[in-house]
């Protein structure tokens, strides 16, 4: 299953990144998880949100910079090696992961999302493999379980 992230390019100034969350907040969407890398003159803020849809239009009508993208969040347990497992199955399939970051979780175990060269392949060999993946509900209402 494909999730949707929600990206959003922020310009390195005071305030931008305030900016995006204030909006976010203000139309009751909840972040689930988020991954933020920079450059010298603008950031790239990841998230996985409860509406990316709606937050994607909210954050255009503000003036940032949005776009969604499909990604899987594939769940693994939380002891040493599940990671490389799952690395090794996609790279012995001729996959390459272009990022990652985790999903937060409630529980024992935990979802690494991951945007991969070919999503459609890399879901077929993770299922082969015995690896469950979120759906779209699992990931985006992660965190509104746990109230």
Avoid at 84 to 107: D, I, Q, R
Avoid at 128 to 134: A, K
Wanted: charged share 25%; proline share 1%; glycine share 6%.
């Amino acid at each position: 299953m494909l999730i949707k992230q929600l990206s959003v390019f922020i310009e390195n100034k005071e305030g931008r990144l305030e900016g995006v969350t204030q909006v976010l907040m203000e139309h009751n969407i909840n972040i689930a998880s988020f991954s933020l890398a920079d450059t010298a003159e603008y950031g790239m803020l990841r998230m996985i949100v409860s509406d990316p849809e709606k937050g994607k239009r909210v954050l255009r009508e503000e003036g940032f910079s949005a776009k969604l993208t499909d990604v899987i969040a594939v769940k693994i347990s939380q002891k040493p090696g599940t990671l490389h497992e799952v690395l090794k199955v996609l790279f012995e399939a001729g996959l390459s992961v272009e990022y990652m970051y985790t999903l937060a979780t409630a529980g024992k175990d935990t979802s690494i999302i991951m945007k991969i060269c070919d999503l459609g392949k890399a879901l077929e060999v993770l299922k082969e493999c015995g690896y469950m993946v979120c759906t779209a509900k699992e990931a985006y209402e992660i965190n509104n379980n746990s109230n």
